[in-house]
């Protein structure tokens, strides 16, 4: 196939085209909602909750899809390029696989890893009666359960809930921003997410008292099948610019405690010669200089 590359007329579509254009520092990943074209009252509540946690940073299509990632993904990649999103949520509902979700992130427009998750309970937010972030809110994540570390599967989905739910990257935090949070617990083959909000109460020191309440919505999640990439796809999706790799600074080491130490190579040094600071206790006297000088006898001042 042979494209061809018209130049932009307008300004506008030149900001939209530099906008798209590679970057040494990544824009914030997007997401995009799908629903199938069988999706069911329970499904369709999921993804409004995840869109409501994910905004501004997410695209929810209202409209019923039929697609069926594992079988054809070329519907996934189109809108991945309409929208420029690079993570996806699609949700659709069967017999075969009741309240399924199917999460998944795009490599180049190319479909990366997919796993896909049963709904096995669902609490929305608005069954939850209590205050409620406010929108864009960076939240905390915390994985508990050793299947995250031990099952190569459960790791790569760890690593795929980090990529869904970071949000973008800042350069400093304040202690009253951290007020969201998201806990992913594995144990005995399930998934529970759970999402609360931090309280900070008075302690009568500095340090606040931290309440948890929950805030919603709250899954129970089953794994059933994946489509993840193979090694070497997934080593040169993690390959990062050369601009962006630290350079090396020779002679320079750090302890356990972050101090840090330089080695400093200089020419050598004829201590002899050194001058120091010139006190009167420091001062040699006459016999000392004459018995350097050889013996000689120090010459008599004039008297006036």
Known sequence: LIYCYRKPKTKRAKRFIEKR?????ENTKNA?????????????????DIYAVKKPFAVLYKR??????????????????????SLFLFGSHNKKRPNNLIIGRMFDHHVLDMIELGIEKFVSLKDVKNSKCPEGTKPMLIF???MFDVSEEYRRLKSLLIDFFRGPTVPSIRLAGLEYVLHFTAVDGKIYMRSYKVLLKKSGCKIPRIELEEMGPSLDLVMRRTHLASDDLYKLSLKQPKALKPKKKKNISHDVFGTTYGRIHMQKQDLSKLQTRKMKGLKKRPAEKSAEDGGATPKKSKSA
Do not use: H
């Not at 995009?32 to 409004?48: F, Q, S």
């Not at 019923?64 to 999103?85: A, G, H, V």
């Open 21 to 25: 254009e590679p970057k040494l520092n």
């Open 32 to 48: 995009m909602l799908i629903r199938g074209g069988n999706a069911n009252l329970t499904v369709t509540e999921v993804l409004k």
């Open 64 to 85: 019923k899809n039929i697609t069926r990632p594992f079988e054809d993904q070329t519907s996934l990649e189109f809108f991945s390029k309409k929208s420029d999103c």
């Open 144 to 146: 508990a359960g050793d």
